[in-house]
């Protein structure tokens, strides 16, 4: 079965800061990719998704994420944190043979400090 | 707004007690999935439903069921309620992989509160 890993289950940026969370797949097949964010009280919503065009997704609220298969990675990026992004951050994956399984990560939370 | 709802938003129910949470996919989606997600455990994947049949089980516990209806809404049974049943509920929906159904859909979630 696939795997996740988000490492860090807590990062903090101040604002305007990189803002940078990791995520590692284990499959020997590169699976579709998924990154969501969790707001306070609320479902999941899907940031970005990678599913075998660009490497490089961008996503909504000026997120990005990079597919390295090499290192099994689609880490999370955002050049410039703002306030409104503090938040719950979940990485998941989904292999492309089988029938919608998702796998989810465990998940990071995002602090902002002005 | 995702497409998926699922009714009750809040739900408090005693020790002992049995509830259902209801979700409605999102037009077109054949997959049905819910998650459990408490303080100490995380997001839980309990069980996945295609097109009314069980497809994958997670983490469930033998208290819990659910079920997919032909009109492709789903319905999670909790009984013997414990204490530490009292967590976040969430059903997600996604669409057949062969017309490029990849994503899945997250409702707003039920809040159930044990009492």
């Known amino acids: 079965a696939q795997s996740v890993t988000q490492l860090g289950s807590h990062v903090s940026v101040s604002e305007g800061a990189l803002v940078l969370l990791r995520c590692n797949y284990s499959s020997s097949v590169p699976p579709y990719l998924f990154w969501y964010v969790q707001y306070p009280n609320q479902g999941l919503q899907l940031l970005l998704k990678y599913t075998s065009a660009a490497t490089l997704v961008k996503g909504i609220n000026g997120f990005e994420a990079e597919f390295k298969k090499s290192e099994t990675s689609f880490h999370l990026t955002k050049p410039s944190a703002h306030m409104s992004d503090a938040a719950e951050y979940f990485c998941?994956?989904?292999?492309?043979?089988?029938?919608?399984?998702?796998?989810f990560g465990t998940g990071t939370s995002l602090t902002v400090i002005p | 707004d995702s497409g998926v709802t699922q009714t009750p938003k809040h739900l408090i129910t005693a020790t002992g007690q049995r509830v259902t949470l209801r979700c409605s996919p999102r037009s077109g989606d054949l997959s049905v999935y819910w998650y459990q997600q408490s303080l100490d455990q995380g997001l839980q994947f309990l069980i996945q439903?295609?097109?009314?049949?069980?497809?994958a089980k997670g983490n469930i516990l033998e208290r819990f069921s659910a079920q997919q209806f032909p009109d492709l809404h789903s319905e999670l049974n909790l009984s013997s309620l414990e204490l530490g049943d009292s967590a976040l509920y969430f059903c997600?929906?996604?669409?057949?992989?062969?017309?490029?159904?990849?994503?899945?859909?997250f409702g707003q979630g039920t809040r159930l509160t044990v009492v």
């Open positions: 997600a929906s996604s669409g057949p992989r062969g017309r490029g159904g990849t994503e899945a859909f």
């Open positions: 998941a994956v989904s292999e492309r043979n089988t029938g919608n399984q998702f796998y």
């Open positions: 439903y295609y097109n009314g049949e069980e497809r």
